[in-house]
């Protein structure tokens, strides 16, 4: 058998039939039902037209019929493309104008904007979430195709936060190794073990966890949507081994009243990325016994790495030394080594890398160089190799010559009691260039925005206080991921300086 998921599938579906392999919403399937029902769903994907290679897209929100389907999609060779469920026609059309799928499946509620992104290739094209259920049983197909170590399995959209999105390609061995790194460098997450997924499958926190844990032989707990009161009684009921997150998921989690007398002892692995972590929220897990590692990865690196335990006990805004296969260095502007303690652009050489973006070549190029993915994020190594991730590039902010860190001042703002969620993006300023503006959410009536700038003149020196604070009625918007959609911020408030009150 090659080092592919299809090999691994079978794998677990003859050594241990009966474990369950997914359970969402309480719907569960065995390995052996997952490996039957999947191979009459690439069959019939075979019957209507589909060849190996072929992309097929998905648009939806996480279910059974989801996840069953992207099996399904693997089995018989194609290449599974999942779409953003809350996406408009327009960024749907672009997106298949790229993939140019041979099927596309959504469920009824979505079913208008798909048609709409589709035109006239809606009638051949379009086809029902609905449909998959009705192969749950009915005899074995034998499918011809046997995939290859390199050969394409699915493809994640980059949330787009520096123009068009651009489709992440993952190979069966870049998942593969992957998911056997983090089997053999914790192997309470391998065979046996069971995970709760609450990323879209549209995101690398869906689709590549989901068949990851599915790999290495775990029972994967899906959510269609988020709900605190769920996700702890999951943990808690289903003993729970691993649980990868980003920090608002873990936060909500925290605030139950059920939180303090949750039973987590089984929890053997958390982890979290994607912004920044307030002392308390490390504190709260901790004192269940959990340590929350800070992980830094990207989609285009095959996921994430997080600090190991005396790393995550000690300096817990460190990230470690990356995965058991991974090499992080960090390069100045003129792309040389940079020092220990120096700041400088992340890069990652990993046999997890993307082979590339889908059908852009000039992307690709400038993405990967010489085997390293140049991350566009900044960091820095500590003399030990472990990394602190400093912000995004792009979320510098060059105020009069001098860089200031969004993240430096999210973090800060964070500290002000009442603020939740808060968000710090680059507007123009005529003086100085940029200017940081903060968006904070938080309890109403206990944050106001002179309170922010009063903290942020105690604590951070004077160039680095924000120019603009809103205060948001409303929750922060996110992206599918559950990260906050800094773009949609950026959209919003581009022409802050001209309808705000300067504050300093």
């Known amino acids: 058998m090659a080092f592919t998921l299809a090999s691994a599938l079978k794998w677990w579906a003859r050594d241990c039939p009966d474990r369950i392999a997914l359970s969402v919403d309480d719907r569960a399937v065995s390995y052996a039902q997952l490996y039957a029902w999947s191979a009459r769903i690439g069959a019939q994907l075979g019957a209507s037209g589909a060849k190996p290679g072929d992309r097929i897209v998905i648009v939806g929100p996480n ?85 290859e170590p390199d050969q394409a399995l699915f493809i994640i959209s980059t949330s787009g936060s520096t123009g068009r999105p651009k489709g992440v390609v993952y190979s069966h061995r870049t998942l593969m190794i992957y998911a056997a790194e983090l089997a053999i460098v914790e192997p309470r997450c391998g065979s046996g073990g069971s995970f709760l997924s609450l990323g879209p499958f549209s995101s690398a926190s869906g689709t590549l966890q989901l068949m ?75 004192g269940k016994g959990i340590i929350l590692r800070q992980a830094y990865g990207s989609t285009e690196a ?67 160089r010489d085997g390293w993915l140049y991350t566009g994020d900044l960091g820095m190594l500590d003399e030990h190799g472990n990394l602190t991730f400093i912000d995004r590039i792009k979320d510098i902010i060059i105020s009069g010559g001098l860089n200031i860190s969004a993240i430096e001042l999210e973090r800060i703002i964070g500290e002000v009691p009442g603020v939740e969620e808060v968000a710090v993006i680059a507007v123009a300023d005529a003086e100085f260039g940029e200017t940081p503006l903060a968006v904070v959410y938080g309890a109403s009536g206990q944050v106001a925005a002179a309170q922010i700038i009063r903290h942020c003149r105690q604590h951070l020196t004077g160039y680095k206080v924000p120019g603009y604070v809103v205060v948001s009625p409303e929750p922060l918007p996110r992206v599918p991921a559950g990260k906050i959609s800094k773009p949609l911020l950026r959209e919003q408030y581009r022409d802050a300086p001209a309808r705000l009150a300067k504050m300093r």
């Open 63 to 147: 279910s059974m019929e989801y996840a069953l389907l992207e099996f399904g999609v693997m089995r018989m060779g194609g290449i599974s493309a999942p779409l953003a469920f809350r996406s408009t026609a327009r960024e749907l059309r672009e997106a298949m104008q790229q993939l140019d799928p041979v099927l596309v499946f959504t469920d009824e509620e979505r079913r208008p904007v798909v048609a709409e992104a589709l035109g006239a290739a809606a009638a051949a094209k379009l086809r029902s979430l609905a449909e998959i259920a009705a192969l749950d049983t009915g005899p074995l197909p034998q499918l011809d195709h046997e995939p």
């Open 302 to 368: 095959g996921g994430a790495w997080a600090a190991r335990d005396d790393t995550a006990l000690t300096e817990p805004q460190k990230c470690g030394h990356g995965g058991m296969f991974e090499d992080y260095a960090i390069v100045d502007e003129q792309g040389r080594p940079a020092k220990p303690g120096v700041p400088g652009q992340i890069l990652i050489r990993s046999p997890c890398l993307t082979p590339g973006y889908w059908h852009n070549p000039q992307a690709t190029a400038e993405a990967i």
């Open 212 to 286: 990851q844990f599915v790999a290495i032989g775990n029972t994967v707990f899906v959510e269609s949507k988020f709900e605190p009161e769920r996700a702890l009684r999951l943990l808690v009921e289903q003993r729970i081994s691993t649980f990868m997150a980003v920090p608002i998921f873990f936060e909500r989690i925290m605030a139950l009243p059920g939180f303090a007398a949750a039973d987590l002892s089984n929890l053997h692995y958390a982890q979290t990325a994607g912004a920044r972590i307030a002392p308390a929220l490390l504190a709260a897990w901790r």
